[in-house]
């Protein structure tokens, strides 16, 4: 029984675990053309939609300024999401940057933006 409630304990406490998150250069990215100039493994933010499934699970999203951008969305990382080129979302995650090519978006999650 006390293994139990232990297990529970630890399990409740990791459920609400944060952590440190500087308020220094942690600029939070929102356009394409920001991500074509950022560097790798910053922080995006964008609201838009996705014209086109390109295969691989790459997808090219289009900002609210019209910007074009291809992003990365593995499977688990839609929670449940369904989408089409009209739906309105909002994507979180942070550049990746690859040498001789565009920043790209390795999308963390993905919801309905309103």
């Not at 440190?20 to 790798?40: G, M, T, W």
């Not at 499977?75 to 080129?85: F, K, L, R, S």
């Amino acid at each position: 029984m006390k293994k139990i409630v232990v297990i529970s304990l630890v399990a409740a406490s990791l459920a609400f675990a944060g952590g440190f998150v500087s308020s220094k250069n942690s600029q939070n990215i929102s356009s394409v053309k920001e991500v074509l100039k950022a560097k790798d493994d910053q922080k995006v933010t964008l609201r838009g939609y996705i014209n086109k499934a390109l295969g691989d699970e790459k997808y090219e999203f289009r900002d609210q300024n019209g910007d074009t951008i291809i992003i990365e969305i593995d499977d688990d990382d839609w929670g449940g999401v369904t989408a089409n080129e009209s739906t309105f979302l909002e994507i979180y995650g942070e550049v990746d940057e690859e040498s001789n090519q565009n920043n790209k978006i390795d999308v963390d999650r993905v919801k309905l933006a309103e």
